[in-house]
């Protein structure tokens, strides 16, 4: 369930605050409430993942402060779809500093 409520933003994530002012903001909200619970789990994961990935192209500010503030409590497969539209600058150094993270 914590996947779904993910994976149905994917396709208008991308278009960020032209829903309505605030959606980028509600979404980020939204994984950030179900990562931090502690929900690590794959599926979960990999939904935000994609969203954060949509999002990216929308709003690059908010997704790059989201995912430094839980970069931590990404997996490695999260993360990677997170930063697939990322300059590949950004997405070394947040790959990088994941990586110490979880040692």
Do not use: P
């Amino acid at each position: 369930m914590r996947r779904a409520s993910h994976v149905g933003f994917v396709m208008i994530a991308k278009q960020g605050d032209r829903w309505f002012d605030g959606f980028s903001r509600m979404l980020v909200e939204n994984m950030e409430s179900c990562i931090n619970k502690g929900h690590h789990h794959r599926f979960c994961q990999t939904g935000i993942g994609w969203v954060t990935r949509e999002l990216y192209t929308a709003d690059k500010e908010i997704v790059t402060t989201f995912l430094k503030r839980n970069l931590k409590l990404f997996s490695a497969e999260g993360l990677r779809y997170a930063l697939e539209k990322s300059d590949s600058t950004t997405k070394n150094q947040m790959m990088k500093k994941h990586k110490s993270l979880q040692v």
